[in-house]
């Protein structure tokens, strides 16, 4: 009887279970949500830098490619969010365009990775052949700075309603002359059930 | 006088048949969404490479209904050596077609140089 008991339990519970499945990224016809998920990031993204190339703000002139530093980028959301999901996107795409190049030795808080500056350590080191080390001089510094804003409102549109409004704002300073060479303003918006928790 | 009405006829269908929305027929662009074809017409492919070797695309259709529609578009791009080339604009990219409107939309190569492209245009799907 128990057998029994835990097999009907086992069946019951399975059937009510939502099976796991990947997300098709390519053709995802998966409901919006009021919060941002990747297809938002993506929207966000691909605005950017395609606006980036229209403009010809990274089209170094006489060619060549700038060397850009990532600043600040400001979570100003209800979301915990790393804008990293968006700023990634952008450096790779900005990176395989050939106009751009970004150092991951200059940074608002320090490197993003220290092991540039780490191996020139090493110079003191008999253990090291010294021409293997990187030698004095050899970085480069940022031509270029990218920052940005992602911002939330959320307005109540009726007493069921909501709109969610999301605005990914990104700026590309000159860091010779303090002058912003582009600026970009993508907006995603959102409106649903009053129920329905945005962050 | 009589005589003369079926050349005047004529005539007439041939200038305003030249009026009507011609369309385009590029392998480069599709309308993969059986529910709009007829209903929306791609007219023009437009290509420009600018001064730092970007390609540029754009696409001008016409809505011949008279029903406010929400379409979609993916570009893709193929490098020099006919390889598909990997790229965040490589997405469905929302555009409005407004009623007995035309509409244009532009988008750039992820790199220089490309050789080719494909866009596909579809009903947006949410």
Redesign the interface.
């Known amino acids: 009887m128990k057998k029994l008991s835990a097999i009907l339990a086992l069946l019951f519970f399975s059937g009510c279970a939502t099976p796991v499945t990947h997300i098709d990224t390519n ?1 995802d ?1 998966g ?2 949500v009021m919060g941002l998920d990747y297809r938002d990031f ?2 966000a ?2 605005e950017a ?2 606006s980036m ?2 403009s ?1 703000a990274v ?1 170094k002139p006489g060619g060549g490619r700038y060397v850009l530093a990532i600043s600040r980028i400001v979570n100003d959301t209800m979301q915990r969010i790393d804008t990293d999901q968006l700023v990634k ?2 450096r ?2 900005l990176l ?4 751009v190049v970004v150092t991951t030795a200059v940074g608002l808080t320090g490197p993003e990775d220290p092991m540039a500056m780490k191996s020139r350590q090493l110079r003191q080191s008999a253990e090291f052949n010294q021409s293997t080390v990187a030698g004095t001089g050899q970085m480069i510094a940022p031509d270029l700075s990218l920052s940005g804003k992602l911002l939330q409102r959320n307005i109540r549109v009726s007493s069921g309603t909501q709109q969610v409004e999301y605005y990914f704002q990104l700026t590309l300073t000159d860091i010779s002359t303090g002058l912003a060479l582009w600026e970009g303003e993508s907006f995603i918006g959102k409106r649903g059930s009053s129920k329905s928790v945005s962050w | 006088m009589i005589k003369k009405t079926p050349v005047i006829f004529l005539l007439l269908l041939l200038v305003l048949g030249g009026c009507g929305s011609s369309k385009l027929n590029d392998r480069r662009a599709s309308i993969i969404d059986g529910s709009i074809k007829g209903k929306i017409v791609l007219q023009e492919l437009s290509s420009v490479i ?3 070797g ?1 390609m ?1 695309v754009q696409v001008t259709g016409k809505n011949t209904t008279g029903r406010y529609r929400l379409l979609e578009y993916r570009m893709e791009w193929f490098g020099m050596d006919g390889m598909l ?5 490589t ?3 929302k555009f409005p077609a407004f009623e007995k409107s035309s509409f244009s939309f ?7 140089p490309v050789k080719d492209f494909r866009v596909i245009i579809r009903k947006a ?2």
């Open positions: 053709n016809k409901k919006a993506q929207t993204a691909g830098v395609s190339l229209q010809g089209a996107k952008i790779v795409d395989q365009s050939g106009k | 600018s001064s730092d970007l540029s080339v990997p790229t965040v604009m997405r469905w990219v532009r988008a750039v190569a992820p790199k220089a799907q949410q």
